[in-house]
């Protein structure tokens, strides 16, 4: 097991907010966030319940290292590295260190997609494949099979195009040294869809794959670029696209398995569906600016934000890159080999990330790893709050 050196952690007050998770609500207990800009001291009561809730959590499930950010209205409420970003070198993780964010990346596919419907590039249920669709014959050759030139935006954002999904078949998983041009070309060719587009709910890693071609046409820039112009630099967000095999971004994290192997997945051709390098920090600088609350300015209106958290018609529980609930709150899980991570937004304006350098599956971590936010922030009592977002 990893013991973890709980006086070597750094802890650093800086930024953000996010979004929420599972069915689970704050208790009746749940503090009140008086605001007092005027002031840079943070006060939390019971702070020690938050380090101990952490470290149990990556001590039951052998994790190295982890990050933790919390915001509420706007305002930074506590962020904290815990553990190992390599446990061969002894570096401890704080609050700068980047992890694969994994399916994290789903939502941020979606806020570019609607800032992209806003400006009138592409509307929300045009078609995808095919003449007069948005990527016309770019991808595979005409005529396509049942169901592809039926797909559109909508489908590809709530996971409803009728197949490819988060299988062992999954595409994204298989054919490694294609680059996106291909991979697509190959899949929408050979691979038939197994349900009308519309009718069914299936994950699907590859339909946010397309999303970010989807992107890449209308804006006449690479997905990267236009993410990093029109989300991070106006979030004063630094994110990264993971890099190939061992090779890692600056101050980024070790991924240690305990199933798979975190360096012969090609996570780069993974970008728009789960390829985002990033503090816990930054995933809020830029969560904050989409999540509808006034605290901080929106970059999509709120027409927007209420239609990306609209469900489905055949899943009442996933809306376009965002898990929602009955008790409005939204959520994202993301994982793969090496690597977990959780954003939770609720419809208190209190948020969270959780970002850890190894997963486990096959059990129940992500439902333990959802429940852990919701007990940090019942276990505590936020006093004070410092706005760093201006």
């Not at 595409?171 to 294609?178: R, S, V, Y």
């Not at 095999?245 to 789960?274: C, F, L, W």
């Not at 469900?311 to 080999?337: F, R």
């Amino acid at each position: 097991m990893y013991r973890l050196n709980l006086a070597s952690r750094s802890f650093l007050v800086l930024l953000l907010l996010i979004s929420s998770c599972s069915s689970n609500e704050p208790t009746d207990t749940q503090p009140s966030f008086p605001i007092d800009p005027s002031t840079e001291q943070l006060q939390i009561e019971r702070i020690e319940s938050i380090d101990e809730l952490m470290i149990a959590f990556m001590e039951d499930f052998n994790v190295p290292g982890a990050s933790l950010a919390i915001a509420k209205d706007g305002q930074l409420a506590y962020a904290k590295g815990y553990g190992y970003a390599s446990v061969e070198s002894k570096d401890t993780v704080n609050t700068s260190h980047k992890f694969r964010v994994a399916s994290l990346s789903k939502p941020i596919t979606a806020f570019a997609t609607f800032q992209l419907i806003e400006e009138d590039l592409i509307e929300l249920d045009q078609r995808v494949f095919g003449e007069e669709s948005i990527l016309g014959t770019d991808y595979g050759t005409s005529p396509y099979k049942p169901g592809i030139e039926e797909i559109t935006v909508r489908h590809l954002l709530q996971h409803t195009a009728g197949g490819w999904t988060n299988n062992a078949q999954d595409p994204m998983f298989q054919h490694t040294h294609l680059n996106h041009q291909q991979l697509i070309s190959k899949t929408i060719a050979e691979v038939p869809l197994n349900s009308s587009p519309g009718a069914t709910y299936q994950y699907s890693n590859f339909g946010y794959c397309i999303l970010g071609r989807i992107i890449e046409k209308v804006s006449g820039m690479t997905y990267y670029d236009y993410v990093k112009e029109n989300i991070l630099i106006p979030s004063n967000a630094i994110m990264d696209i993971a890099r190939p095999g061992v090779a890692r971004n600056s101050n980024e994290v070790t991924y240690y398995s305990q199933g798979g192997d975190p360096y012969t997945i090609n996570v780069k051709r993974m970008d728009s569906h789960g390829g985002w390098v990033s503090s816990a920090l930054d995933f809020l600088k830029m969560t904050v600016r989409m999540d509808g609350f006034t605290s901080v300015p929106d970059l999509i209106t709120i027409n927007s934000v209420n239609s990306m958290l609209q469900p489905s018609s055949v899943n009442q529980n996933y809306a376009s890159g965002w898990a929602v609930n009955q008790h409005n709150n939204k959520w994202h899980t993301g994982g793969l080999p090496g690597t977990s991570a959780i954003v939770v937004r609720t419809s208190r304006d209190l948020s969270w990330v959780i970002l850890l350098n190894s997963t486990q599956f096959g059990t129940d971590y992500y439902t333990k790893l959802d429940q852990l936010g919701w007990q940090i922030v019942n276990s505590v009592t936020f006093t004070k709050l410092y706005d760093l977002l201006k």
